[in-house]
């Protein structure tokens, strides 16, 4: 799937925005494309098909969502993990929750400081 161009292979975007799609699965997709950053562009699969769609969030949509994407990556995690032998690498998605749990937590600790916490 990556393509050499001069020194340096490449995968294209598409290979990338399908791999994603698929790792995290359509319940973790369906709250991403809700929350999506104004600005990101939409990522489409070979066929055509958007995957994520283009961004028209703001961050205080996503500090809003952020638990619910929390617990639907937590449930990915869990429901891949029952699976002995699975093709899907757990570590991921349990990598992804951690840095969304860290970030939750910040955003615990600046609003108490400033006295808006959103979470």
Known sequence: ?????????VV???VLA???AEILGVEIVSVINAVRIRGLGERQAKDGKILF?????DIANL???LPELIRRI????????KFSGS???SSTLTNYRNAL???ALLNRSIGKHIGQSRI
């Open 18 to 20: 399908e791999g994603d």
């Open 74 to 81: 937590q449930d990915r995690v869990d429901r891949s993990s």
């Open 101 to 103: 749990s860290k970030l």
């Open 12 to 14: 294209p975007n598409y």
């Open 63 to 65: 500090i809003v969502i």
């Open 53 to 57: 769609k283009a961004g028209d969030s």
């Open 87 to 89: 093709l899907i690498d």
């Open 1 to 9: 799937m990556p393509i050499k161009r001069g020194r340096c292979w």
